[in-house]
């Protein structure tokens, strides 16, 4: 789940690609990269490293990249190597034929191995690295060579119809093509946000895409609306964007975002994050509010944990007539647990992440609201803090219904045996976790919450937008290797 932007006709698109990154860092923490393109002399500039936006992307290197085009790319690693500090799996990512491509892209493409064996044998393709962009980014450039001789339009938009035609998956993409302008498309389900937004100012008009409208306002723009599902957008600096629906699916939005990726301030589908997050903890609180009343719960403060549960925890408090009171204090120089590639480093990111306020909690019956509950790491270290510093009972509620299938679009939870309530049930959980209760939202809550947008519900259902016999493959394969990679070292 990456954060991705791409910026058109203004002489500063790598520094507002490079400001918009920095308002997307929570999607991605692993590296980051920017490449800058100067049309007129067809010069590009690339520079990717890891570490966060300050560290691997520093703003006086950014500052020497001309050019009136640029994408950039948060990256969050759904599987990583311990060790593995080389560049060559980071993006964007680059090809020099036709023009010179380069592109950025959010999502999964569960068949990546078989289109790249494709590549390779009857198109002579060679691929460096171990990422779906490379593979998305050679067909393209295929079916550019493919497609010479038609206008530049005409050209790209059946190059990329005939990427959609093979390549099933999560995909939200920007890209640059030398000497044209920016692009961008997503994939057919809509599974991965894109949104465009537009700024007219004394320079001229220019133009933003970005995985989250929050980058957008902060970067000046004016969001203008979401990318639909299975369109191609084309902009060339001082010309309005050309636009074609060029494949039309079952529309499937990832419910996740909402849930907990996207920033609190930024919207998607009509829907704000925040109001979302607020109508989750208002339906919570009607069950709780009932399960009060009967006598089964008994709490007397409601404590979010920081920050994608908060509204939710706000509106679960007034709708429950209970103290809100904001008790775990967040490190803000921890990364977020939930991304982090490996077990023993989402628990050590837990420990140091958030401190409880020992003097306001002893004797208190708390309510703990969080986002989900994935792998229990974070649930049974705060809950175990919460009680070391003084609480007298925790129960746990959770905004997300119960998580019991991977998925395979861009979020890290590819493997069913890692999630706690694929094994547990509400009851086995809250013993497994410490808690005197754990408290679900339904998905039926969800879908009227998210009332107009075809959710996908792969990860609470097991039924995903199209068949994942392929991606459950691949990612079997890709964590036996790098287990076997781990032993190793």
């Given at each position: 789940?990456?954060?991705?932007?791409?910026?058109v006709?203004?002489?500063?698109?790598?520094?507002?690609?490079?400001?918009?990154?920095m308002?997307?860092?929570h999607?991605?923490?692993?590296?980051?990269g920017?490449?800058?393109h100067e049309?007129?002399?067809?010069?590009?500039?690339?520079?990717?490293?890891h570490?966060?936006i300050?560290?691997?992307i520093?703003e006086?290197?950014v500052?020497?990249?001309?050019?009136?085009?640029?994408?950039?790319?948060?990256?969050?690693?759904?599987?990583a190597?311990k060790?593995?500090?080389?560049?060559r799996?980071?993006?964007?990512?680059?090809?020099n034929?036709?023009?010179g491509?380069?592109?950025?892209?959010?999502?999964?493409?569960?068949?990546?191995?078989?289109?790249?064996?494709?590549?390779?044998?009857?198109?002579?393709?060679?691929?460096?690295?171990?990422?779906d962009?490379?593979?998305?980014?050679?067909?393209?450039?295929?079916?550019?060579?493919?497609?010479?001789?038609?206008?530049?339009f005409?050209?790209?938009?059946?190059s990329?119809r005939?990427?959609m035609?093979?390549?099933?998956?999560?995909?939200?993409?920007?890209?640059?093509?030398?000497?044209?302008?920016?692009?961008?498309?997503?994939?057919?389900?809509?599974?991965?946000p894109?949104v465009?937004?537009?700024r007219?100012?004394?320079?001229?008009?220019?133009?933003?895409?970005?995985?989250?409208?929050?980058?957008?306002m902060?970067?000046?723009?004016?969001?203008?609306?979401?990318?639909?599902?299975?369109?191609?957008?084309f902009?060339?600096?001082g010309?309005?964007p050309q636009?074609?629906?060029?494949?039309?699916?079952?529309?499937?939005?990832?419910?996740?975002?909402?849930?907990?990726?996207s920033?609190?301030?930024?919207?998607?589908?009509?829907?704000?994050?925040?109001n979302?997050r607020?109508?989750?903890?208002?339906?919570?609180?009607?069950?709780?509010r009932?399960?009060?009343?009967?006598?089964m719960?008994?709490?007397?403060?409601?404590?979010p944990?920081?920050?994608?549960?908060r509204?939710?925890?706000?509106?679960?408090?007034?709708g429950?007539?209970?103290?809100?009171?904001?008790?775990?204090i967040?490190?803000r120089?921890?990364?977020?647990?939930?991304?982090?590639?490996?077990?023993?480093e989402?628990?050590?990111?837990?420990h140091?992440?958030?401190?409880?306020?020992?003097e306001?909690?002893v004797?208190?019956?708390?309510?703990?609201v969080d986002?989900?509950?994935?792998?229990?790491t974070?649930?049974?270290?705060?809950?175990?803090?919460?009680?070391?510093?003084?609480?007298?009972?925790?129960?746990?509620?959770?905004t997300?219904?119960?998580?019991?299938n991977?998925?395979?679009?861009?979020?890290?939870?590819?493997?069913?045996?890692?999630?706690?309530?694929a094994?547990?049930?509400p009851?086995a959980?809250?013993?497994?976790?410490g808690?005197?209760?754990?408290?679900?939202?339904?998905?039926?809550?969800?879908?009227?919450?998210?009332?107009?947008t075809?959710l996908?519900t792969?990860?609470?259902?097991?039924?995903?937008?199209h068949?994942?016999?392929?991606?459950?493959?691949?990612f079997?394969?890709?964590?036996?290797?790098?287990?076997?990679?781990?032993e190793?070292l």
């Amino acid at each position: 789940m990456c954060g991705i932007v791409g910026v058109v006709g203004t002489p500063h698109a790598s520094l507002e690609a490079l400001q918009a990154l920095m308002v997307l860092q929570h999607r991605g923490q692993d590296a980051a990269g920017i490449l800058s393109h100067e049309l007129s002399t067809h010069r590009f500039h690339l520079h990717k490293q890891h570490g966060l936006i300050t560290q691997a992307i520093p703003e006086q290197v950014v500052s020497r990249f001309q050019g009136e085009v640029a994408i950039g790319h948060n990256r969050y690693a759904t599987v990583a190597v311990k060790g593995d500090r080389s560049t060559r799996d980071l993006q964007p990512q680059f090809v020099n034929f036709p023009d010179g491509i380069g592109m950025a892209h959010n999502g999964n493409l569960p068949d990546a191995p078989r289109l790249k064996d494709e590549l390779g044998t009857n198109h002579r393709r060679v691929l460096l690295s171990e990422n779906d962009v490379e593979v998305l980014l050679n067909w393209v450039a295929l079916g550019l060579e493919q497609n010479d001789g038609a206008d530049s339009f005409t050209r790209l938009a059946r190059s990329v119809r005939q990427t959609m035609e093979k390549a099933d998956g999560g995909y939200a993409v920007v890209g640059i093509w030398g000497g044209q302008g920016l692009f961008a498309f997503r994939d057919p389900h809509g599974l991965r946000p894109l949104v465009l937004g537009r700024r007219i100012d004394g320079a001229g008009e220019s133009w933003m895409l970005a995985s989250e409208s929050s980058a957008l306002m902060f970067t000046g723009y004016t969001p203008v609306r979401d990318v639909a599902p299975g369109e191609l957008l084309f902009i060339r600096p001082g010309h309005a964007p050309q636009t074609v629906i060029l494949r039309e699916e079952k529309k499937a939005h990832c419910f996740f975002e909402w849930i907990y990726f996207s920033s609190a301030e930024s919207s998607m589908n009509g829907h704000g994050v925040h109001n979302v997050r607020l109508a989750l903890g208002e339906r919570l609180a009607r069950k709780t509010r009932k399960l009060k009343s009967e006598g089964m719960l008994d709490v007397d403060v409601v404590v979010p944990v920081p920050d994608t549960s908060r509204p939710a925890a706000i509106a679960m408090a007034e709708g429950m007539g209970l103290p809100y009171r904001e008790l775990l204090i967040k490190n803000r120089y921890i990364q977020r647990s939930f991304i982090l590639p490996s077990q023993a480093e989402r628990e050590i990111a837990v420990h140091q992440k958030l401190t409880p306020v020992r003097e306001a909690l002893v004797g208190k019956k708390v309510l703990l609201v969080d986002d989900s509950i994935v792998r229990g790491t974070t649930s049974r270290r705060l809950i175990s803090l919460l009680k070391e510093a003084g609480a007298k009972s925790v129960v746990l509620v959770s905004t997300c219904p119960p998580i019991t299938n991977p998925c395979y679009f861009g979020i890290d939870f590819p493997n069913k045996e890692e999630l706690v309530s694929a094994r547990l049930s509400p009851e086995a959980l809250a013993l497994e976790l410490g808690a005197e209760r754990v408290i679900f939202q339904t998905h039926e809550d969800l879908q009227e919450t998210l009332k107009g947008t075809p959710l996908c519900t792969g990860c609470l259902t097991g039924v995903y937008p199209h068949d994942i016999t392929a991606a459950a493959e691949r990612f079997r394969a890709r964590r036996d290797n790098a287990r076997s990679t781990h032993e190793n070292l």
